[in-house]
């Protein structure tokens, strides 16, 4: 929770409050915090392996569909797509993975959640919702691989950790600019 300051009673100065907003934390292998808009994420959830169906001429980082709840939700490998080393699991099918589902902006689109494409992506490790203040974006470090560039934002302190945002919009328009785009179900 944020601390307040006591403005002293000479002070005719109003002393703003941060502009929080609330993101959805993720770790992608054992040195990469990312953070989602909490607005674009609709749930979490856990997936064996094995009901992953694969999807033959779609690009690696695009292992498959899974079936959530009658619908047909595609599984984003993140690591994969911003070139992130993280270690493998046993790859048998009886793995567990931990999918969040990513929603285009609700609010951009005037759709109601059932309605907006959705893509479930691998994470490592779900860490939980934090606030931030986004007036403390800072910008990326230039030795950041250009492969990961476009899809961030910036970068903003969390603790002793720095936590890079993610782009919600720039991961939906790369599976948009697929040649499959029809089949990712993701055009406006």
């Avoid at 007036?135 to 961030?152: A, D, E, H, T």
Wanted: glycine content about 6%; aromatic content about 4%.
């Amino acid at each position: 929770m944020p601390s307040r300051t006591t403005v002293p009673h000479f002070s005719h100065s109003r002393q703003s409050q941060p502009m929080l907003k609330e993101y959805f934390q993720i770790q992608l292998g054992p040195r990469v915090q990312l953070a989602m808009p909490l607005e674009n994420t609709s749930e979490a959830m856990t997936e064996v392996r094995r009901n992953i169906c694969a999807i033959p001429g779609v690009p690696p980082h695009l292992p498959g569909v899974v079936n959530q709840r009658g619908r047909l939700l595609w599984v984003l490998d993140l690591a994969a797509l911003l070139g992130v080393e993280t270690p493998r699991g046993s790859g048998g099918s009886a793995e567990k993975l931990t999918l969040l589902a990513l929603s285009r902006d609700r609010q951009a689109n005037n759709l109601d959640t059932a309605e907006l494409p959705q893509v479930g992506c691998l994470v490592t490790e779900l860490k939980g919702v934090i606030n931030l203040d986004p007036r403390q974006l800072k910008p990326l470090p230039s030795q950041l691989s250009k492969q990961v560039r476009p899809y961030l934002h910036g970068i903003v302190p969390v603790g002793d950790s720095l936590v890079a945002i993610l782009d919600i919009a720039a991961v939906f328009r790369t599976l948009r600019a697929n040649s499959f785009s029809r089949r990712l179900s993701v055009n406006p």
